[in-house]
T-cell receptor, first 117, second 111 residues
Framework: GAVVSQHPSWVICKSGTSVKIECRSL??????MFWYRQFPKQSLMLMAT?????????EQGVEKDKFLINHASLTLSTLTVTSAHPEDSSFYIC?????????????FGNGTRLTVT | GIQVEQSPPDLILQEGANSTLRCNFS?????LQWFHQNPWGQLINLFY???GTKQNGRLSATTVATERYSLLYISSSQTTDSGVYFC?????????????FGKGTLLTVNP
């Protein structure tokens, strides 16, 4: 149980275009989702937290107009990288949890490797 | 926010050796998880262990919440154990929960 599906697993796009990444909870209701970014040989850095039906909370230094997060349902959250540039190339990974946040483990998608040319 | 420190940053072992990875955190936490990140980037959840001791095959983990640390033990290591091991802690509360990762331990197991 507790499967999180992330799509696509990798994407290559041209500079200036937008890319949407989907994160789905397949067998539970994800009331909270977290989006992380990981550069090569570094740790995962939290970008934003989204709760179903409300606006995402972004970490300091993360541009909310560039990284649009939508959590419109209990099973789907999307991250859109708008007007992507080569410096946005990174590994993006989502995590989801149910209403018992704080008392149950978080489950992660398999990540999306974004390359902007 | 909560600070998470992992040690050692790098570890090289011969197959069959045992090892201990450490995770220190700066404040009380609601939960703690250990992950293994494979070469494809997938995070494999090893343990959800806010306190106490758990074992799963050759791996075991202990968290002493009152002293703010957790240990991951790997016994009889195998080459497939190679990769990065992350400790992540969940702190905050209400709408401010955050799962913060340490910088990881890069484990290399040589045949």
């Amino acid at each position: 149980g507790a499967v999180v599906s992330q799509h696509p697993s990798w994407v290559i796009c041209k500079s200036g275009t937008s890319v949407k990444i989907e994160c789905r909870s397949l067998d539970f209701q994800a009331t909270t989702m977290f989006w992380y970014r990981q550069f090569p040989k570094q740790s995962l850095m939290l970008m934003a937290t989204s709760n179903e039906g409300s606006k995402a909370t972004y970490e300091q230094g993360v541009e909310k107009d560039k990284f649009l997060i939508n959590h419109a349902s209990l099973t789907l959250s999307t991250l859109t990288v708008t007007s992507a540039h080569p410096e946005d190339s990174s590994f993006y990974i989502c995590s989801a949890t149910g209403p018992n946040l704080g008392y149950s483990p978080l489950h992660f998608g398999n990540g999306t490797r974004l390359t902007v040319t | 926010g909560i600070q998470v420190e992992q040690s050692p940053p790098d570890l090289i072992l011969q197959e069959g050796a045992n090892s201990t990875l450490r995770c220190n955190f700066s404040d009380s936490v609601n939960n703690l998880q250990w992950f293994h990140q494979n070469p494809w980037g997938q995070l494999i959840n090893l343990f959800y262990i806010p306190s106490g001791t758990k074992q799963n095959g050759r791996l075991s983990a202990t968290t002493v919440a009152t002293e703010r640390y957790s240990l991951l033990y790997i016994s009889s290591s195998q080459t497939t154990d190679s990769g990065v091991y992350f400790c992540a802690v969940l702190g905050g509360g209400g709408s401010n929960y955050k799962l913060t990762f340490g910088k990881g331990t890069l484990l290399t197991v040589n045949p």
